[in-house]
């Protein structure tokens, strides 16, 4: 079985910026960041593949980008531009997901 450890969240001003970080128990791709806002259901947001091509939903794309260290079993999401409607816990997992979730990191932007 598959343990995500996510890390790296926090509280930060609109504009400000975030490096999220991810651990796997194990290689598994493609891998992906997900998001979940106060009483909305889980989104993915972005995706990485072992061959590095990377996938991004409309509303995140432009501003952060993931990337991954194959031998480390890592995977990232630089965040910048951060707004206040990115505020949400964020979990990495596969794509399409396992059952097994992460604690997952929390993301507050706010001034």
């Known amino acids: 079985q598959v343990q995500f450890v996510e890390s790296g969240g926090g509280l930060v001003q609109p504009g400000g910026s975030l490096r999220l970080s991810c651990a796997a128990s194990?290689?598994?791709?493609?891998m992906g960041w997900y998001h979940q806002a106060p009483g909305k259901q889980r989104e993915l947001v972005a995706t990485?593949?072992?061959?590095?091509?990377?996938n991004y939903a409309d509303s995140v794309k432009g501003r952060f980008t993931i990337s991954r260290d194959i031998a480390k079993n890592m995977v990232y999401l630089q965040m910048n531009k951060l707004k206040p409607e990115d505020t949400a816990v964020y979990y990495c997992?596969?794509?399409?997901?396992?059952?097994?979730w992460g604690q997952g990191t929390q993301v507050t932007v706010s001034s």
């Open positions: 194990r290689r598994i791709y493609p």
């Open positions: 990485i593949t072992n061959g590095g091509s990377t």
């Open positions: 997992n596969s794509d399409p997901p396992l059952v097994v």
